[in-house]
């Protein structure tokens, strides 16, 4: 039996290693499939913080909130601010035009007088409130006939409306906490007769904290998900599950060609050369993986993105990839006992996949979906994949925290096979 | 001489329709024997060679080849016979002995035993200096041979031959059917033969069956089927006479 499997085995790696082009598909396209994707699927999982967008601003207030603004959207880092454009000096409508033509997708006008304004309204509050507590005083500032200003935001159309909330709310919440701050340092002002008046308040009240619940490893490293952390163990997925297609063709033209029939008539069983067959295939899988992990890991600085990190868990890594493989090849295996002619395996086997990456989050990710396919899409194999190996590389779990995923995958695996075994024996003895 | 292959009542629908590829066939082939089923297009002789191979299992009937039965015994069967298909049952990416190396060892010959089996039929068959080469790069006589030798090199006491000579050259076929000649008379394999080639079916055959939709029209040797139809100076005449003029699907 052994002699037998391992014979299945050689064959296969003679047959795929003298076929050039096929080597090339199956070595050298899963590479350029991960290379681009996380290439172009950088920017939506850049935040806007490590964007550096282009924002025109003009100052006209010049004052306390304008300042303000500005130097908030500057030390923001979410945008990369500009003063000027060109020799002339903007104005509101230079600015429009140049959201307008595309050079930039944000312009932001702070108008004269704002300070103003705020100073007036913030002066009227406080001394309303201090008289209802018997301690009038009169306001410095007069806002009364003061026009509101108005901080126009300028947005290039094509800009998500996600992308503008962000922006305006941005804004906004400087805004929010200059006037607070105007507000705070004015009954300081009042209360203690300028003592403190001029005291810098820095901060709000409430300090904020964003944590990324996981596992053991993150205490020492942060995992945060970006696009290489996302994509490359996505598209590994992806690109492993597209084994399907030259290994179903190959049991077609194996049995287009009358080969197929030499291995039947030999004797023993027909599922230990197709075993053969497809333990040859996993370790395809798995060098597959490997070079895209590798990939990940050196060759995506090289695209201007940050390495791959493959969480603390080698050993859960090897699994899952393993897992991954054996579904994948025995998905091929189903295929190319079930369908007559390359044309139609090729179609079917392409089309599953893409499907099954598109449903399983391969594509977009799961929380984005209806509840529908958010249910279809966590029966999919490449969905379990896929998870396992966010849980590794970006929660920092261990095998144990794989485990239910790689026994999903198994399952799958060993009933595709059994699926596939009977076919086959129908295949043979109803003809 | 015993039979090795025993066929009663063989019959084989395909699906729910009322014509049988094989109707109620009873043969017996003696061992030693070259046994041609001779026969048009799509008069069963493949399925038949298919049933006896273990590739199609039998709607009614009895086989037993060297006294086992199919049924049971498939596996112990499968051991003694070789099949040598109408295709070309091979790789053609792989050289001449990385097929035959691997169809050798779906039979568990391997080492030293494997690689005299592959250099014995290579030499036999004029194909010792092809032995590096690629299946691919070979003419069709040549193809034929090797596809030939990956049904032999077990050494098989029952050889089933569909068509091995169809679309080569006279001089391959020459080859091809001295060598099963000589197979047969100095190891003593028994041959199972289809053919077209009547003129070759004559020189080859023991024993002939000539079959049409299923069903034997005639058996007995090449001149014993001569001497009961004197009206016919060949084989084709006879099958001829007996399977009519008209075209075949």
Redesign the interface.
């Known amino acids: 039996m052994l002699?037998?499997l391992?014979?299945s085995f050689?064959?296969e790696f003679?047959?795929v290693f003298?076929?050039y082009a096929g080597l090339a598909m199956l070595f050298i396209m899963p590479l350029f499939l991960i290379v681009v994707m996380a290439v172009i699927m950088d920017a939506p999982f850049r935040d806007y913080q490590e964007a550096g967008i282009e924002l025109v601003l003009l100052n006209e207030d010049k004052d306390t909130l304008g300042n303000i603004i500005e130097r908030g959207l500057i030390d923001s880092e979410i945008f990369s601010v500009v003063s000027k454009v060109g020799p002339e000096n903007l104005d509101r409508s230079s600015i429009e035009k140049l959201v307008k033509d595309g050079r930039f997708i944000l312009g932001v006008v702070i108008p004269k007088g704002a300070t103003e304004f705020v100073n007036g309204k913030v002066d009227a509050m406080i001394s309303s409130t201090l008289s209802q507590f018997g301690m009038p005083i009169e306001p410095k500032v007069n806002a009364k006939g003061v026009e509101a200003p108005i901080i126009q935001i300028f947005l290039d159309p094509a800009v998500k409306k996600s992308f503008a909330s962000t922006v305006t709310s941005s804004i906004k919440s400087f805004t929010a906490q200059v006037e607070t701050k105007m507000i705070i340092q004015g009954f300081y002002a009042q209360m203690t007769e300028g003592a403190m008046g001029t005291q810098e308040m820095k901060g709000g009240l409430i300090e904020f904290e964003e944590i990324y619940p996981s596992g053991a490893l993150s205490k020492n490293e942060k995992l945060f998900t970006n696009s290489v952390q996302h994509n490359v163990p996505a598209w590994t997925v992806f690109a492993m599950f597209l084994i399907v297609v030259p290994l179903a063709s190959n049991m077609i033209k194996e049995r287009e060609?009358?080969?197929m029939?030499?291995?039947?008539?030999?004797?023993?069983s027909h599922m230990t050369?197709i075993i053969g067959k497809l333990l040859f295939y996993v370790a395809i899988c798995l060098i597959q993986f490997y070079l895209m992990i590798l990939a990940g890991i050196y060759l995506m600085p090289y695209f201007g993105l940050p390495a791959l990190n493959l969480g603390g868990s080698i050993a859960g890594v090897f699994i899952v990839a393993l897992m991954v493989s054996f579904a994948a090849t025995s998905l091929g295996v189903l295929i190319g006992t079930m369908f007559s002619s390359y044309q139609q395996a090729s179609i079917f086997g392409t089309v599953i996949n893409v499907v099954m990456a598109a449903v399983g989050g391969i594509m977009v990710p799961l929380f984005a979906m209806p509840d529908t396919i958010k249910f279809i899409g966590r029966l999919t194999p490449l969905n379990w994949g896929m998870e396992s190996f966010n849980d590794l590389f970006l929660r920092g779990y261990g095998i144990m925290e794989v485990l239910p995923e790689v026994m999903k995958l198994a399952t799958f695996s060993i009933i595709i096979l059994l699926v596939a075994w009977k076919a086959n024996k129908n295949n043979?003895?109803?003809? | 001489m015993e039979p090795i292959i025993e066929i009663t009542d063989l019959v084989k629908r395909?699906g729910q329709v009322d014509l049988n590829a094989v109707h109620r066939i009873t043969l017996k082939v003696e061992k030693g024997e070259i046994f041609g089923l001779l026969g048009p297009n799509g008069a069963g002789k493949t399925t038949i060679i298919?049933i006896l191979?273990?590739?199609?299992?039998p709607s009614e009937g009895q086989v037993r080849i060297n006294g086992i039965e199919l049924q049971s015994g498939l596996?112990d069967i499968?051991?003694i016979?070789g099949?040598v298909?109408?295709?070309?049952?091979?790789?053609?990416?792989?050289t001449v002995k990385?097929n035959l190396?691997?169809?050798g060892?779906?039979?568990?010959l391997?080492g030293l035993e494997l690689q005299e089996s592959i250099e014995l039929w290579l030499n036999k068959f004029g194909l010792i200096d092809k032995m590096n080469h690629r299946i691919e790069t070979f003419s069709g006589g040549m193809k034929r041979r090797v596809n030939l030798i990956?049904?032999l090199l077990h050494k098989p006491q029952i050889l089933f031959l569909d068509e091995p000579t169809v679309g080569i050259d006279v001089h391959s076929r020459t080859v091809i059917v001295e060598h099963l000649k000589e197979i047969n008379q100095n190891q003593g394999i028994t041959i199972i033969y289809t053919s077209h080639h009547m003129d070759e079916a004559e020189y080859l055959c023991t024993n002939i069956s000539i079959i049409d939709s299923g069903n034997i029209l005639a058996g007995g040797s090449p001149q014993d089927l001569l001497k009961q139809n004197n009206d016919c100076n060949r084989l084709e005449d006879i099958f001829l006479k007996l399977t009519g003029k008209s075209l075949r699907d």
């Open positions: 002699t037998r391992f014979a050689y064959k003679l047959l003298r076929d060609g009358g080969s029939l030499r291995l039947i008539v030999a004797p023993g050369l043979l003895m109803t003809q | 395909y298919s191979c273990g590739l199609v299992k596996q499968k051991k016979i099949v298909p109408q295709e070309i049952a091979l790789y053609p990416s792989l990385e190396t691997f169809f060892k779906l039979y568990d391997k990956a049904g």
